[in-house]
């Protein structure tokens, strides 16, 4: 089974929570009237899209059956597929260019599969001929350092640890100049999964990212968050808080395979226009793969 099927099967639950209960209120409609918007518009509110998705989506509906050019079920899905492409479809995931080492610094809560998720891309890079580093800078939890050892052992890259409890802008640092020393083309660098109301836990994300460019020009050149799908709207909270101690340049969307709420990428989408580069929907190494809106629409929809 290849990405796409994986990741239409992934998104099920969420085809049958958002397409199919869209399709129940179309079945048979011969008028698109303003019960019929006001049941679509409860159905995407339900479905985690969002409120002020939802709004947009709704109101561009209203005006296109005023101008008689939404007249049928098929033209209501129509519009729907379209607006959610051009949600999705700006600034989809590529890999930035810039002089080796390439530092991407992976932050986010707690459970979202952060850990996993930098083992995950540590296989994709290797796979693309990259040398890849990962800096164990999660000193606070336990058995974190041991669990990214574990995935660096499996995926052949190279790692950078502190003892527990030490500073993580320290292990940071190393890292980064480790890379350099090592010529290594992708530096992944772990944190603590904080809790996004945790003042001190923030400051530090923010001393991170100031080592890291003292010790790589630029770095780090990706900010990823790691949002667990499963959580819906709440993701949407997450990534406004982060975004006020980090220039997240991206969300990494896991576990789309366990939930009903994969709608709430639109809305992450829309409101923080904070582009989604990866999605997960699974457990094995090959589950994490470039965001592509098409591919996601096409699979979400059914088509």
Request: hydrophobic share 40%; glycine share 8%; no cysteine.
């Amino acid at each position: 089974m290849g990405f796409f099927d994986r990741l239409k099967e992934g998104l099920t639950k969420t085809r049958e929570k958002f397409i199919d209960k869209i399709d129940e209120l179309l079945h048979g409609s011969v008028k698109i009237d303003d019960d019929l918007i006001d049941e679509l518009e409860e159905t995407l509110i339900t479905s985690d899209v969002g409120m002020q998705t939802t709004e947009r989506l709704i109101t561009g509906l209203r005006k296109g059956v005023r101008k008689a050019e939404i007249n049928s079920a098929d033209d209501v899905k129509n519009f729907l597929s379209k607006q959610i492409r051009e949600i999705l479809s700006e600034e989809e995931s590529s890999f930035v260019s810039v002089t080796p080492p390439h530092v991407i610094l992976m932050i986010g809560v707690n459970g979202a599969g952060k850990t996993t998720t930098i083992g995950k891309l540590a296989s994709y890079y290797s796979e693309q001929g990259k040398r890849v580093m990962m800096a164990a800078a999660d000193t606070f939890r336990a058995g974190a350092i041991d669990q990214l050892e574990v995935w660096a052992e499996r995926t052949g890259a190279a790692f950078i640890k502190h003892r527990e409890g030490s500073n993580p802008s320290s292990v940071a640092l190393d890292a980064a100049r480790s890379a350099v020393a090592q010529n290594i083309d992708v530096l992944l660098v772990d944190t603590a999964g904080r809790l996004q109301n945790k003042f001190n836990l923030m400051e530090e994300l923010k001393k991170i990212n100031r080592i890291l460019g003292k010790g790589i020009n630029g770095a780090p050149h990706e900010v990823l968050l790691v949002l667990d799908a499963t959580t819906g709207q709440n993701a949407l909270r997450q990534a406004e808080l982060f975004s006020q101690s980090a220039d997240i340049t991206g969300i990494v969307l896991t576990k789309l395979d366990g939930t009903a709420k994969g709608g709430m990428i639109i809305g992450i989408k829309e409101q923080l226009n904070i582009p989604v580069k990866w999605v997960g929907v699974g457990e094995r190494l090959d589950d994490l793969r470039p965001f592509n809106a098409n591919e996601f629409a096409d699979a979400l929809l059914g088509l």
